[in-house]
Structures are given as structure tokens and as C-alpha cells.
């Protein structure tokens, strides 16, 4: 009946292998998450700054063309602006032609409007249907009542952090390589400390007990135990060889010094010594 077993080296390897993965994978799921939703706070609170600096221009009872400049300058830095009446309706949209506002359906449920008409100011993350986005939305009420809406779609939060995550991603896998690597040499002065405690071992049965070899020294407090068995062991069989040897010697003077002829027969009558 054979025994699979697996060596000390090979355990110790596989778990630090196991310990480096993980170490590895929680900290990269964790921080993309941390860095997507630091994002998603920064692009809020973007949303928020645009919507009041465009609050202060509106409050001022700007002309046509200013509104037009202002909706202009939305569509070039791309985020949606989007302005509201009191009742929802929606009056200008930077990414909706003049045209097609009237299609649009009201806006007073939307979450952020709903927020900023009790709060003075709401966001939310949705999706966003007119345009087929996910969004950061941040809206704030007008002196007149109406409503202001800024939109930072978060597509360019998506395509920033894929750019960055191969690079985070390399730097993390070469750590975990490098702890594999590490790994692997602590295994191997590991093993090469077991294997001097095994020849030294198999030396001690081997002479029979007259070796003078000992494990003087060890690397690991966690030896001593066995360092010290061993040599107790080899101190232990020496003493027994060395008494056992003098008797012997003892008994064979004793046999060589008698004129008479003595047998000593052992247990199953054969002859074991004569004179």
C-alpha cells in the first residue's frame, strides 16, 4: 500500500503562493473599486462647481446670445447642461436641438431634480436615457425657480482608469512574482537545512553510534527542540556502545584468565562465546 506524500519544500512553496495571490487579487479588486468611486465623487462634485459657476451667469438675466455661449461652452468641455422651468419642462439642452425639446418628456422626477427642488441642490449616478449614458448629475434651483441640470457622463472615467489599470496591474503582478521568487529561496535554505539534519542523522545510525557528529548550530529557534533530541539521542547511543564495548571486553578477559572450557549458549542454545 503506497503513501503519496508531499515534501515540506513543496507545501511551504504552494502556501506562499496562495498567500501571495491573495495578497495580490483583494488589493487590486479593492483599490479599482476605491479609485472608480473617487472618481465618480470628484465627477459630482465637477458637476456641482459647473452648475453653480452657470447659476450665476443665469441669476443675471443674460442675454440670448450669452445663453447661447454659455450652452456652446457645455458642449465643448463635454458635460450637459441642461435648464429647466418651474413645472419640469425642459427650456434649453446642450446636446438637444431646439427642435427636438419639445419630444423631451418633463423632468421634475427626475432624482437629482426632485432633490434640488427640496435641498437646493441634488446628484445622482444613472443611466441617462436621452442620450444613452451613464451620468454624474448634479442640479441646483434658480432665483426664478427654475432648474439647472449639469451632466458629466462617466465614459471618460472608464476609458482613464482602463488606461491605468495595465500599469497598476504590471507593477502588482511583479511584486507577487517577487514574492514568488522569494518564496521559492526560503523553501530551498529551508529544505537545505533539513536535508544537513537528515545526513546528520543517518550518520549517527550508520557508525553505530560512534560518531562524534552533532547539529552544533541551527537557523531557526523552531530547531532547537529537534536539534537537541537529536544530539541527546546520538550523546545516549554513544554512552550505550562505549558501556556495552568495556563489558564485553570485561567478559572476554574473564573467559581468556579460566583454565576450565566454558560455552555461553544464548536463548535458543547456540554457542555465543568459548575459552
Not at 451667469?57 to 455661449?69: G, M, S, V
Amino acid at each position: 500500500m503506497g503513501n503519496r506524500t508531499t515534501s515540506l519544500r513543496m507545501r511551504l512553496f504552494w502556501a506562499f503562493t496562495l498567500v501571495t495571490v491573495i495578497a495580490v487579487t483583494l488589493p487590486v479588486y479593492f483599490f479599482r473599486n476605491t479609485l472608480y468611486q473617487d472618481r465618480i465623487d470628484a465627477a459630482g462634485s465637477e458637476a456641482l462647481a459647473h452648475a453653480f459657476f452657470a447659476r450665476s451667469i443665469l441669476d443675471a438675466d443674460p442675454t440670448e446670445e450669452q445663453l447661447n455661449r454659455l450652452f456652446a461652452v457645455a458642449t465643448r468641455l463635454s458635460f450637459r447642461m441642461t435648464l429647466t422651468d418651474t413645472n419640469g419642462m425642459v427650456l434649453r439642452d446642450s446636446h438637444v436641438g431646439e427642435k427636438d425639446i419639445p419630444e423631451l418628456d418633463n423632468h421634475s422626477y427626475r432624482p437629482e431634480i426632485a432633490t434640488a427642488r427640496a435641498k437646493g441642490t441634488g446628484i445622482s449616478l444613472r443611466h441617462g436615457n436621452t442620450l444613452d449614458l451613464d451620468a454624474v448629475y448634479a442640479a441646483i434651483t434658480l432665483d426664478n425657480g427654475g432648474i439647472l441640470r449639469v451632466a458629466v457622463p462617466l465614459v471618460g472615467i472608464r476609458q482613464s482608469l482602463e488606461r491605468q489599470f495595465p500599469a497598476l496591474l504590471g507593477s502588482i503582478a511583479g511584486v507577487g512574482l517577487f514574492c514568488l521568487f522569494l518564496s521559492a529561496v526560503i523553501t530551498r535554505k529551508i529544505r537545505k537545512h533539513m536535508d544537513n539534519v537528515t545526513e546528520i542523522v543517518g550518520a549517527i545510525s550508520r557508525e553505530t553510534g560512534l560518531s562524534q557528529r552533532r547539529l552544533r548550530t541551527v537557523q531557526w529557534s523552531e530547531m532547537l527542540p529537534l536539534a537537541y533530541a537529536v544530539n541527546h539521542m546520538a550523546d545516549t547511543i554513544q554512552a550505550y556502545v562505549v558501556e556495552t564495548t568495556d563489558q564485553q571486553g570485561q567478559l572476554e578477559t574473564i573467559l581468556d584468565s579460566m583454565h576450565e572450557g566454558v560455552l555461553v549458549l544464548g536463548p535458543t542454545g547456540a554457542i555465543r562465546r568459548w575459552n
